[in-house]
């Protein structure tokens, strides 16, 4: 425990420098989150491999919700953020992501309840993000990233860190 308190305070010395050491790599971790989620679903978009269903402009998030997106691109965008949420924490499936999602039913004068995101939804993108091999099943449930899902998303977390860094 002293050690560990010692650490923090700054009084613990190391016998490497920290400062020596290079960073190897970007994470989706190391950016943030509004940043890389533009960023992911500009790549999907720009990829044509992940369709747009037909339905896409007329569909609501949510029961509580009154209208569809107004975002063109909102599909895209929602993928990004399923796929950074799966990436984040592995065995998510769709009922977790539907709470995620979920938003403030308001009620008028009744207090206010949280309410789920839609599900199918939800399921529609996670089978795309199957089909472009981003995302897989899991045995026990939920999914996780793929290999190459991984290696994709932190491909597009290291072009924003270097944006970032830039500016």
Not at 13 to 35: E, H, L, Q
Not at 119 to 143: D, W
């Amino acid at each position: 425990f002293s050690s560990a308190f010692a650490y923090i305070s700054g009084t613990f010395s190391s016998p490497i420098p920290m400062t020596n050491y290079a960073r190897r790599g970007t994470t989706v971790r190391d950016v943030a989150p509004a940043k890389f989620i533009k960023a992911y679903a500009e790549h999907l978009k720009n990829t044509g491999r992940f369709e747009l269903p037909s339905w896409v402009d007329v569909v609501k998030t949510a029961t509580q919700r009154e209208l569809a997106p107004y975002d063109p691109d909102w599909y895209y965008i929602r993928a990004a953020a399923v796929a950074r949420k799966v990436y984040l924490r592995p065995g998510r499936g769709v009922g977790n992501l539907k709470e995620s999602f979920g938003t403030v039913e308001r009620r008028g004068v009744r207090t206010n309840h949280h309410k789920k995101a839609c599900g199918g939804l939800i399921r529609h993108i996670l089978i795309q993000l199957q089909e472009l091999k981003v995302v897989e099943k899991m045995k026990t449930g939920g999914r996780r990233i793929t290999r190459e899902g991984q290696q994709d998303l932190d491909r597009i977390a290291g072009q924003v860190n270097n944006l970032t860094n830039d500016e």
